[in-house]
Structures are given as structure tokens and as C-alpha cells.
């Protein structure tokens, strides 16, 4: 099923050829040869035709793309890394200003700092950062933006040893409404800079970020241990037990589904429920192996992977699970510690997938992001400890797909009772008004509609998790 808008009024392709003139980049009208790649992302599911993409090459064009929209009042939507699933970096009819060929990544040793593009991906900052046996906290799969990513908060394997990814954001440049080029920091700016750590895309482009830097790895203990659903509620009980004692250098995801043909899967197990216990030790490897012992020892795994690997490897395991073009539709919740009720709907959720590609995620929060004050940064979930992500997943062909997304809003309805009221941005569908109030809670959201109607009045970037002036 292709999730499509309505068609908004198309230009004349021959309107974009006065753009060309400031335009270093290429102008992908639906007659390019690459027109139909250029417009795809991640989600499969989102089939939206865009009069024309804007592929800019540096500030100089984004500024000259959001100039010529705003004077021809054109809807716009911004893409980076294209994962977004709710599938905002794309429009029907309008115009795409897409970064993802801005690249550029400098890292600087000594002073512990990257600046980095918007169009650069996770596995990219990752590989030259680790250059350095150094990293920021990113995203779990290599091809994620980390625009979206940053904007929206940004949680991964590193995140209860050193903060979200916005806790370690010292600056952004970006391209206003207006069509100017603003710096926010700590120090310039700064009720913007509070706003783009966790506010998204709704005050301007963000054209270039700069992250603190940390050591890490290169070899880090980590990796996934699988176990049969069977014994799910053991494992999970004694999982709860293991989250709730972890030091801020363990970070634990859950991953629940039906065991993909991974190699390392035995043959007989494809296709079974599992579930999966992964773990990340942000330390040295030989203290994280005492740490980890229990987890190894409990239950009867039928693979063990948590073992010392390059952190970029890591960084790399659950690419194979999500590649670009299938079909996706995600609900998320955030939980507290598990309780015996949250335990056995996941299970029983879990025994009634429809589609061998669907799963679940759990991810923990806590540690060094939880000791962040809540009015720190728009951000939030300083008090969270999970964050769940039910991914309907199917091919193209598939003819299911109302009874795979079915699956998913029975599963979210499910777990509603053991919920808290809150939910994280980034893993938002289209939910409406509502859900993005909940991602930030009355007195954020009252914050940023402030700072929205500063910087951006008229909504004119409104393809996003939307933050209304008013
Ligand atoms: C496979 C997968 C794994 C993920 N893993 C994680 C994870 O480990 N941790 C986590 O926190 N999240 C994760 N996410 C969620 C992810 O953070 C969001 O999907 C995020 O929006 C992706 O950013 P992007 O740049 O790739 O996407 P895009 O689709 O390009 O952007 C999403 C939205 O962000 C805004 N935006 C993008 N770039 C800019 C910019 N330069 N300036 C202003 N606004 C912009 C726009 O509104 C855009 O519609 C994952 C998503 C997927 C699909």
C-alpha cells in the first residue's frame, strides 16, 4: 500500500530554469533520468512526485532554493538521510530541497570536535571519527541521517554513557524562513539552539552541526545474544533486572520478531519467534566482560554475538534488517521499567505477527541522558526508560499490508495500559497534532510555538513533526 498526499498545484517545469541561475546544484525535474531515485527514501510506502528536487551542493544553494519557494509560496519539504518514516522529506507537487550530497566531515583530534553536513549518514561520521578511536552518540543503523536524527534528539548505543546526540551538539548553522544563514550555540542564538535540540525541522535548515567527541572502541564489547520466544518471559524478567542495575556504560535494546535468515542464525531457527538481547558496553572491553556475564550465562541463547568488535561493525548489525524500499508503517510508546503486564503483551503481540519482516524494538534509556536537566533542551525523556518501536515491515508485493499495519495499531492499543503519555518524535509516523504535543509535553510544546512564531510565522516549514505558530 503507497501512502500518497494530496497533489498539491504543480509549477511549470520551465518556472525552476529562473533558480537554475543561482543553483550550483542539480535542478531533478520529472523528465531527469534520476528523478524517480531522487524521489524515493527509505519508506517504501511514501510514492510522492515533487515538481522539481533541489540538490544542493552547499549554504549558498539551500538559501537560494528557500528564496525561490518562499517568493512563489511553494510547499517545501527538506530531506538529508531520507529515513524519516513518516516520510516528510518528500512532497507531492512542491519542491525538495535535499542536502544528501552535502558530505563534508572534518574532524579535529585534539580538540575532540567533528563538524559535520546535513546530508552525511551515521556510518559516515562514525568512519572517520573512529579514524580517531573517537565518536559522538548516533543512530543504531549506518544509512540514518544525522540531521533527522540530530534534530529530533537522537538516542543510540552510546547514549547512557554520554548523553542524547543534542546533549553533545555544540553548534548548527542553518537556513532560516527568511532565507538567512543563523548560527545557534550556547552561546549565540541560544533559545534557538534550545529549540533544534529536539524540535526538529521546524525552525530552519540545518545546514552543518558540530559534535562532541568521546572516546570509544575502536573495539567495543557488543553484540546481540538470541533467545527462543519460548523463554521470553524468563529472559525478559531477568532482563529487567539487568536494565534496572546497569551501569551508565551498559546500554541494552530488545528486539522482538520472527529470526531473520541471518547467517549466523542457524537454518532451523529462521522464521521462529525470538527475541533478542543486544548490549553495548561503552568502556573498556575487559571491564565490560564482567558486566556482561550474567547476561551470557542466563537462559539457553541460541546464539551468542555479544563479543569485543569494531564499534563501527556494531554500528553495522541491524543494517541487513532495514533496507531501503520496503514498506513500513511504526507505532511507538515509551515504557517504564517493565512491568509483569508489559512483559506478556509483548510476548503475546509478538506471537501474532503477520509478516516475517515485522518486529519490535525496545531501547533503554537512562544513565548520563536522564541526568540532563528536562528544560535543558527541547528534547525529552529525561526520565524514560524505554522506548518501543513497533515497525510493520513488507515488500512491495505483498497484498497484506492493511493486516501487517493492523498488527501494529492492535499491538500499540495493547500496551497502552502499561504506557506513559509520552513518545519520542523521531519515531513518529503521521499521527497528527496531538501525538507531537505529546512528544513534548504542554509546556515545551507552549515553548517552541513561541520560538516557531519567531523564526517561522507562516509555517513555511510545515512538512515535519509540526510545531504550529499559532
Ligand atoms: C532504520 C532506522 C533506524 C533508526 N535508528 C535510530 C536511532 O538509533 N536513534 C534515533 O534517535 N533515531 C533513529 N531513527 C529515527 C531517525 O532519527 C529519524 O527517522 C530521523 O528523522 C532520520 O533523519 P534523516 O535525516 O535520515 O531523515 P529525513 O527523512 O531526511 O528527515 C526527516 C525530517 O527531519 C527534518 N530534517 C531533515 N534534515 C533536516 C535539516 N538538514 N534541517 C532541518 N530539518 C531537517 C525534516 O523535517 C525531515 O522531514 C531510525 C530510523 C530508521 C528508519
Redesign the pocket.
Known amino acids: 500500500m503507497a501512502i500518497q498526499t494530496p497533489q498539491a498545484p504543480s509549477l511549470e517545469t520551465s518556472a525552476f530554469d529562473e533558480l537554475r541561475g543561482s543553483f550550483r546544484g542539480e535542478l531533478l525535474l520529472p523528465t531527469s533520468p534520476s528523478y524517480d531515485v531522487a524521489r524515493r ?3 517504501g510506502a511514501i510514492d510522492r512526485h515533487p515538481a522539481c528536487i533541489a540538490r544542493c551542493t552547499g549554504v549558498a544553494d539551500v538559501v537560494a532554493a528557500v528564496r525561490f519557494a518562499r517568493e512563489r509560496d511553494l510547499l517545501v ?14 512532497c507531492d507537487g512542491g519542491l525538495v530541497i535535499d ?2 550530497a552535502m558530505k563534508g566531515i572534518r574532524v579535529d583530534p585534539q580538540a575532540r570536535t567533528a563538524r559535520a553536513q ?2 552525511v ?2 556510518g559516515e561520521l562514525d568512519a572517520e571519527t573512529q579514524l580517531h578511536g573517537l565518536a559522538t552518540v ?4 549506518t ?15 552510546l547514549m547512557r554513557k554520554y548523553g ?2 543534542v546533549d553533545n551538539l555544540s553548534s548548527v548553522d ?1 537556513v532560516s524562513a527568511d532565507g538567512n544563514v543563523v548560527t545557534a550555540s550556547a552561546d549565540e542564538n541560544p533559545e534557538l539552539f534550545w529549540g ?1 535540540r529536539g524540535g ?8 552543518s552541526f558540530e559534535y562532541r567527541l568521546h572516546p570509544v572502541g575502536p573495539i567495543v564489547l557488543a553484540g546481540p545474544i538470541f533467545h527462543p520466544l519460548e523463554d521470553a518471559p524468563e529472559v525478559l524478567r531477568f532482563y529487567r533486572e539487568l536494565a534496572a542495575a546497569a551501569p551508565d556504560e551498559l546500554t541494552t535494546i530488545l528486539e522482538l520478531e520472527l529470526a531473520p535468515p541471518l547467517p549466523f542464525l542457524p537454518e532451523d531457527v529462521h522464521g521462529k519467534p525470538i527475541v533478542m538481547v543486544g548490549a553495548c558496553y561503552a568502556g573498556a572491553p575487559e571491564d565490560g566482560a564482567e558486566v556482561v556475564r550474567p547476561l551470557k550465562e542466563f537462559g539457553r541463547p541460541i546464539v551468542d554475538r555479544l563479543e569485543p568488535k569494531p564499534y563501527v561493525a556494531l554500528q553495522s548489525t ?1 543494517d541487513p534488517l ?1 533496507p531501503h524500499g520496503w514498506h ?1 508503517y511504526w507505532k511507538s510508546v515509551e515504557l517504564p521499567p517493565l512491568t509483569d503486564g508489559a512483559i506478556d503483551t509483548l510476548i503475546d503481540h509478538t506471537s501474532r505477527i503477520t509478516s516475517p519482516r515485522s518486529y519490535t524494538i525496545i ?1 533503554q534509556l537512562g544513565g548520563a541522558l536522564g541526568r540532563v536537566a528536562e528544560d535543558a533542551t527541547a528534547f525529552s525523556q529525561r526520565d524514560a526508560t524505554h522506548n518501543v518501536v513497533i515497525n510493520a515491515v513488507w515488500t512491495p508485493e505483498d497484498p497484506d499490508a492493511e493486516r501487517h499495519i493492523r498488527w501494529a495499531r492492535d499491538f500499540f492499543n495493547a500496551l497502552q495500559p502499561h504506557a506513559r503519555d509520552r513518545v ?1 518524535v ?2 513518529l509516523g503521521d499521527e497528527g497534532p496531538d501525538r507531537v504535543r505529546q512528544a513534548y509535553g504542554t509546556e515545551k510544546y507552549d515553548r517552541l510555538v513561541e520560538l516557531k512564531r519567531k523564526y517561522d510565522p507562516t509555517n513555511f ?1 510545515r ?3 509540526n510545531i504550529q505558530p499559532g
Open positions: 527514501i527509505w519508506n519539504a527538506v530531506r538529508s538521510g531520507g529515513h524519516g518514516v513518516a516520510g516528510h522529506a518528500v542536502l544528501s546535513a546530508g549518514l551515521w548516533g543512530g543504531i543503523v544509512h540514518t541521517g544525522i540531521a533527522g536524527l540530530t534534530l529530533g534528539g537522537g538516542i543510540g548505543w542524547a546526540t542553518l533544534v526538529g525541522g521546524n525552525f530552519g535548515i540545518v545546514t541491524f532495514v513500513r531501547l519520542y523521531n519515531f516549514f512538512l515535519n513533526q
